[in-house]
């Protein structure tokens, strides 16, 4: 499985982007996908997790603000930021792995990343 991130970039503080990461390899319909981001000097952290059957979890900081979703057909996760502020700034990686965890918070839980896509948020 390959997974490729995309969309990330320089927005002010209050805007909106669109992060989407494409699957490649294997239909990953019954994958638990997510992302997790790591901000300049700190350590990497869970931000979003969609299950194959709907439920979504998100980390406090972005609750209200962020949305996770996915594509099916087109193997592809989405995670739909708005109200960004500058401590969202960081490099955000999306993430699979074949079944379900309580771990999902965890990074080691992950069998696949993506690479990784800049999100520069200026105040």
């Known amino acids: 499985v390959q997974l490729q991130a995309s969309g990330g970039g320089l927005v002010k503080a209050g805007g909106s982007l669109r992060l989407a990461c494409v699957a490649s390899g294997r239909n990953l319909e019954y994958y638990s996908l997510g992302w997790f981001r790591q901000a300049p000097g700190k350590e990497r952290e869970f931000v979003a997790m969609?299950?194959?059957?709907?439920?979504?979890y998100y980390t406090d900081s972005v609750k209200g603000r962020f949305s996770i979703s996915r594509d099916n057909v087109k193997n592809t996760l989405y995670l739909q930021m708005n109200s960004l502020k500058p401590e969202d700034t960081a490099v955000y990686y999306c993430v699979a792995r074949d079944s379900w965890t309580v771990a999902y918070r965890t990074e080691s839980s992950y069998h696949y990343w993506g690479q990784g896509t800049l999100v520069t948020v200026s105040s």
């Open positions: 969609r299950r194959s059957g709907g439920s979504t």
